[in-house]
């Protein structure tokens, strides 16, 4: 699914804009990366996921076919998630 991009996002420790996101639409929901970048210039990765188009409030559980998919959505289209990841491969 698109989602338009820049859009903030606001955490009890801080808020900024997701800045980049990838994701992998799957049957019952959608694995999703995105790059947090805050008001101080720092950035972050969020693992997460949707459901039925509703951001997921829980943990998000990944299996190696969902984050090799994601890995290979961020090489296609995610320069800034593609640097962060590259230092756990």
């Known amino acids: 699914m698109d ?3 820049p859009r903030p996002f606001n955490l009890p420790w801080g808020r900024g804009q997701v800045v980049e ?3 992998i639409p799957r049957p019952h929901w959608e694995p999703t990366i995105q ?3 805050f008001e ?3 950035q972050v990765l ?6 039925t188009g509703r951001f997921g409030r829980g943990p998000s559980i990944m299996s190696a076919e969902d984050i090799a998919g ?3 959505a961020a090489r296609a289209s995610a320069p ?3 640097a962060l990841l590259r ?3």
Do not use: N, Q, T
């Open 21 to 23: 996101e990838v994701s």
């Open 40 to 42: 101080d210039g720092s």
């Open 70 to 72: 994601l890995s290979e």
């Open 80 to 82: 800034g998630i593609r």
């Open 87 to 89: 230092g756990f491969a």
């Open 46 to 51: 969020r693992f997460c996921y949707y459901h």
């Open 3 to 5: 989602r338009k991009l």
């Open 35 to 37: 790059l947090l970048e």
